[in-house]
């Protein structure tokens, strides 16, 4: 005779234990809905414990993907508040559904890549490294350093008026 492999999880449940494919499969669908509301709670906190103003703030998130709705009071402020959502690490895309009470110029973005620094920034975007200032003030609360970004980090760049 000799030895004959079988499928493990599959056939009849002859022991009495263990769960069928379909139970483990809705068990763990239900484990990643409770998993993704706990992010969504959590990021929601986090935007407003930095004290960002939008009305009827909601946060779905799925997998990597965090989307956002309410109505920020400013684009500076909307703009803000995705970048702490994105800045978040498991999140990979946030999808913005947000309005602005008073539309404003969007500002751009910038990924932040290993040997950069603020002022090497403002001089690519600006023109004069010494415009720093300005990249940090856009990026408060978030940033409490101007010496403290990391690689993989979004910041506000905004537009000079």
């Known amino acids: 005779m000799g ?27 239900e484990k ?12 929601i906190n986090a935007i407003t414990k930095l004290g960002f103003q939008v009305k009827d703030l909601k946060v779905g998130v799925k997998a990597d993907v965090a989307t956002i709705w309410g109505e920020a009071d400013s684009q500076a402020t909307r703009e803000k508040v995705i970048l702490v959502v994105g800045n978040t690490e498991g999140i990979a895309t946030v999808d913005d559904q947000m309005t602005v009470a008073i539309p404003e110029p969007e500002a751009q973005f910038h990924t ?17 490294a010494m415009k720093y200032p300005v990249i940090f003030e856009a990026n408060k609360p978030m940033l409490s350093d101007p010496d403290k970004i990391y690689p993989g ?5 905004p537009n000079l008026d």
């Open 3 to 29: 030895l004959f492999s079988f499928i493990k999880d599959a056939g009849a449940k002859v022991f009495g234990i263990g769960k069928t494919t379909a139970e483990e499969a809705a068990e763990t669908a």
């Open 32 to 43: 990643k809905t409770e998993i993704a509301r706990e992010k969504a709670k959590k990021l």
């Open 112 to 128: 932040v890549v290993k040997g950069e620094y603020l002022s090497k920034i403002a001089r690519k975007y600006y023109g004069d």
């Open 153 to 157: 980090q979004v910041l506000r760049i």
